[in-house]
Structure formats: C-alpha cells, structure tokens
C-alpha cells in the first residue's frame, strides 16, 4: 500500500535560517515522483517542488531543495534562508504508477521573526 | 491563464440535506482530482478523472458521494444525504502530463462545508 509520513506536526525557524521538513514513503512502485506543496492560511494548495524516483540528482527550485535518499524512502524539503511568508502547512506527496496522489498529514512551519 | 474554479466557496447545510460542488478545471487538463481535507489532515483522494473516465474512486463513500465529469470538462461531486463528519473542505485539482512523468497538480481554492 501507498503511504506517506510526515513525523513532524509543528516545526519552528528562525527567520533566515534553513529548516528541513521530514518526509518518508512506502510504495512498491518503480516509478514514482514526489512533491511538496504550501498551504497558507487562505487554504489554497502550492506546489512547491517535484523529484522523479529515477531522478539522480536532487530537485532544487529556488530556496526550496528536496533531499531525496531513495534507499531511506525519505523526501525532505530543505527551506533555505525561511521568510515570514514561509509560515504555513507543507504536505510531502506521492504520485503512485496509477498516477492517483497520496498525501501525508503535514507539518505546520512558524518562521519566528 | 485561469485557474481551476470551484463553487460555492462555503456552505452550510443541516444532516441528511443534499449538496453539490461544482470544478472547472485549467483548459486542456485531461485529469480531475476530487479531495476530501478534514481539519488538521492531509488531503484524501475521493475520485480521479481522466477525460471522464474513472481512474480511481476506491475511497469514495458510494453510497452517499457521487461525482461525474460530462464531457471531460467539468465536474459535479454530489453528497446526498451530508452527514456531521462530511464537514471539510473539498478541493479540486486538475494536471497535465509536462513529460517525464511529471504531473503537477494545480488545485482550486477549495468548497468548505459544514454540516449541522
């Protein structure tokens, strides 16, 4: 079966420091891809940043990196350099070979002034 | 270019009433995504589109939740009769293959339903 954790329900960061928000997945797929999304307060959801499950390299899109360590099944975002605008819920997703989208249970971020 | 549209935005209804939603997904998306998000969790696929044809309805309710797409466009996802644990909020998303096997999921603003 299909499954994404998030272990982390509520992160902290200082504002202009990195943090990494935790993501692990269970699929037995080949091929696969994982993404990362925001959603504010005003609710909408933002795809932030994709990485294939035969993509060698780490997908990097901005301030935004995901460390992608297949053998650990983990996908974590890396926030470099956090805004007070990065305040908001970040989901890790799975996009399974049926392509269907499974989504963990989220981490809530607080960039601190 | 528009983005996916959804509505109403709110709604309000009492146990065992009807409700509708309706999505307009981004022109020449071929796949619709209805989601059932419950306060303080993660989104739960209830249906998937491709054209209008059903991908994957496994965690739909079917004896209360329906949805359709007519015409491979728009999409309606019915709930009749709502009970207390419907309410949440209920986004549509749409996505096209960018090549690759990269399917970037574009959302609406979401329907949030409460039911009394």
């Known amino acids: 079966a299909q499954k994404i954790t998030q272990t982390q329900p509520g992160m902290f960061v200082q504002e202009k420091e990195a943090v990494t928000l935790d993501c692990t997945y269970d699929t037995s797929d080949q091929s696969y891809g994982l993404f990362w999304y925001k959603q504010p307060s005003s609710g909408e959801m933002i795809f932030l940043i994709y990485q294939g499950s035969y993509d060698e390299q780490n997908a990097t899109e901005g301030r935004y990196s995901l460390n992608f360590q297949k053998a650990r099944k983990s996908a974590n975002l890396v926030i470099s350099a956090s805004q007070l605008g990065d305040s908001a819920m970040y989901f890790c997703a799975m996009r399974g070979a049926g392509n269907q989208f499974y989504f963990g249970t989220g981490t809530s971020l607080t960039v601190i002034p | 270019e528009a983005g996916v549209a959804q509505s109403p935005r709110y709604k309000i209804i009492e146990k065992r009433q009807s409700v509708a939603f309706w999505c307009n997904p981004i022109?020449?998306?071929?796949?619709l995504y209805w989601y059932q998000q419950i306060l303080g969790q993660g989104p739960k696929l209830l249906i998937q589109f491709q054209n209008n044809g059903v991908v994957d309805d496994s965690q739909l309710p079917k004896d209360r939740f329906s949805a359709e797409r007519l015409k491979g466009v728009d999409s309606t996802l019915k709930i009749q009769p709502a009970k207390l644990e419907d309410s949440a909020v209920y986004l549509c998303a749409s996505s096209l293959d960018l090549g690759q096997g990269i399917y970037e999921q574009f959302f609406g603003p979401g329907t949030r339903l409460t039911v009394l």
């Open positions: 022109s020449g998306h071929a796949t």
